[in-house]
């Protein structure tokens, strides 16, 4: 069952790879506009119960890194930048969980690996998967990425290829 879903986790981020623009991790160009194909059906973002506001951040270059806030994971894999960039992870403390990464527009050459964390929202029973949603600052849906729900450990996973802000919806 494991294997299954590293190769659904390797096929979503090939899919993505293949469908999001590419750019340069300098920071000039930014993301994509929002592509069809993932904003398809209609959803919101999940209630959940507030956080404590948390900020993180750290310089991460070629070798690759991560950045953890709480329950919530940033995986960027070796050779997705080509410099040392100083990344910041934040998350708010309203009633989404929602992370936003600066800086702003900066493109990886490799996906990088988001998970967040769902165990404190309600609605965990729905049918419908969970996924993550690429937002406006305001948390407006822009476009739905190709997601992994894993309800029973509370995460959502998706391959990012650049940075805004995300959060869980259904």
């Known amino acids: 069952m494991k294997s299954l879903r590293?190769?659904?986790?390797?096929?979503?981020?090939?899919?993505?790879?293949?469908v999001i623009s590419c750019g340069t991790d300098n920071g000039s160009s930014g993301p994509s506009p929002a592509n069809p194909e993932f904003s398809k059906g209609s959803g919101k973002l999940m209630k959940c119960t507030p956080q404590a506001y948390a900020i993180a951040g750290q310089m991460i270059g070629p070798t690759g890194g991560q950045i953890k806030i709480g329950k919530h994971n940033l995986e960027i894999p070796s050779h997705a930048l080509t410099r040392n960039v100083y990344i910041t992870m934040e998350m708010g403390s309203d009633s989404t969980n929602s992370v936003r990464f600066l800086p702003v527009g900066l493109v990886f050459a490799r996906p990088a690996k988001l998970t967040l964390d769902h165990g404190n929202c309600s609605g965990i029973a729905t049918p419908l998967p969970l996924r993550i949603a690429y937002t406006t600052n305001l948390l407006q849906i822009i476009e739905y990425l190709v997601s992994i729900d894993d309800k029973s450990g509370h995460k959502v996973t998706a391959p990012l290829q650049h940075f805004s802000?995300?959060?869980v919806a259904y």
């Open 6 to 18: 590293l190769i659904g986790f390797v096929f979503a981020a090939a899919l993505v790879a293949g």
């Open 165 to 167: 802000r995300y959060a």
